[in-house]
């Protein structure tokens, strides 16, 4: 019996020689999306698929850089990435690194192309829309007269508003000729003066919308002057259409729910606001009433001579006390005066000097507070209180403090 290799061993292995494989280290796969995730944590989690097998796939978070569009069930796209073993699992994967739907990135290119060049030239700028109408009444619809799309809108605007006129400009929606005939349907509508239009068709591959993608489809709704809505295929669907449009519709029957208001819910709510209007003006008159009747009643009762003599008492009371307020100022202010006459005689030099004190200066005129400013020789002025003395410094003695 030979050698017994560990789990981990074989794994490892494997691993390596998968490692090791030039192709399995840059290789694209085509397949058909299956078992789609999107993970918490951002990663992607499928299975790519064919008639016979099956490949378990994997996209971090890190690499979605490049992924512009929502990968979903049925797709056929090409994967590019690295084959390589999960040696926990001891299962190989595709850890894929770029993914494209099979036979758009062509198209797709183009329609990044014309995005931004139409975003540059400002055509997608919030100031150009315009607000859909809340009432509209006459409402243009630009798609296929035998689509799905005009009859999910027929049958929602019967349900909620059988009043509103919907007005059909039965245009191509796919082919070569498709954007032209939309371009066409768009300005002949607006000649016509509705109030809104919607333009869109049903869902489709992206070949299938790629009218709603042209130039001239896009300069038409925005040179419209009237408001545009656009509903193009289903709510993962973005077109050049839906950016330059006034607003975007995830699907036609939400564009016909923005378009056509209920008038079941129109006519409660005007119910409610016409019984809320009765109510409110009842409550008015009934208050205007009251108001008057106790305006009446405080007439009566406030006579003008009256009032004339109330405020005569007010303004001589008023007197009274001011002219209080007043004489007890002036005395506190008094009181107040002669304390300050007092506190400031008390300090002034001249009454210290009144009192048998003196001061001291240099010769410089400057103060004499300490015997380290004086010299013996040094000529100092005395000020007395009735005149100035001239001395001289004979002997500088300092104090001495004895502690005992």
Not at 29 to 40: I, L, P, Q, W
Request: charge should be positive; glycine fraction near 8%.
């Amino acid at each position: 019996m030979g050698k017994a290799y560990s789990v981990t061993e074989v794994n490892s292995y494997i691993k390596n020689m998968f490692v090791q494989d030039y192709l399995l280290s840059r290789i694209s796969v085509r397949g058909e999306v299956s078992n789609c995730k999107y993970h918490t944590s951002g990663h992607i989690y499928f299975t790519l698929k064919d008639k016979s097998g099956t490949l378990s796939a994997v996209m971090f978070a890190g690499q979605r850089k490049g992924l512009n569009f929502q990968l979903r069930e049925g797709q056929q796209v090409i994967v590019t990435g690295t084959v390589d073993v999960y040696e926990r699992d001891g299962r190989y994967q595709l850890y894929a690194r770029e993914i494209r739907q099979e036979g758009t990135g062509d198209l797709f290119e183009r329609f990044l192309k014309l995005r931004n060049e139409l975003e540059d030239m400002g055509m997608f700028a919030a100031e150009y829309k315009q607000p859909i109408p809340k009432y509209a009444m006459t409402i243009g619809i630009v798609t296929a007269s035998t689509g799905a799309a005009i009859r999910d809108i027929m049958n929602i605007s019967a349900r909620r508003n059988p009043y509103v006129q919907l007005v059909l400009y039965p245009a191509l929606v796919q082919g070569e000729q498709a954007k032209h005939s939309i371009a066409k349907g768009i300005r002949t509508l607006d000649m016509m003066g509705l109030d809104v239009l919607i333009v869109g068709r049903g869902g489709g591959s992206i070949e299938d919308l790629w009218a709603f993608n042209e130039e001239t489809v896009a300069r038409a709704i925005f040179e419209c002057g009237t408001p545009v809505i656009s509903a193009v295929g289903h709510e993962t669907d973005v077109t050049i259409a839906d950016y330059v449009a006034d607003m975007r519709a995830p699907t036609p029957s939400a564009a016909a729910e923005l378009a056509v208001f209920d008038y079941r819910q129109f006519e409660n709510r005007l119910q409610l606001c016409r019984d809320a209007l009765t109510r409110g003006v009842s409550r008015c008159v009934e208050r205007k009433r009251y108001q008057t009747e106790q305006c009446r009643l405080r007439l009566e009762m406030n006579h003008p001579r009256r009032q004339l003599n109330e405020k005569r008492q007010h303004l001589a009371d008023m007197l009274d006390q001011m002219e209080r307020l007043m004489s007890e100022r002036l005395t506190d202010r008094k009181h107040r005066l002669a304390l300050l006459t007092g506190r400031l005689q008390g300090l002034s030099p001249l009454e210290r000097l009144s009192r048998g004190f003196g001061f001291l200066s240099g010769e410089d005129g400057k103060r004499i507070e300490s015997v380290s400013q004086t010299d013996v020789g040094q000529t100092l002025s005395v000020r007395l209180a009735d005149g100035i003395l001239k001395t001289k410094i004979t002997e500088v003695a300092p104090l001495t403090i004895e502690y005992k």
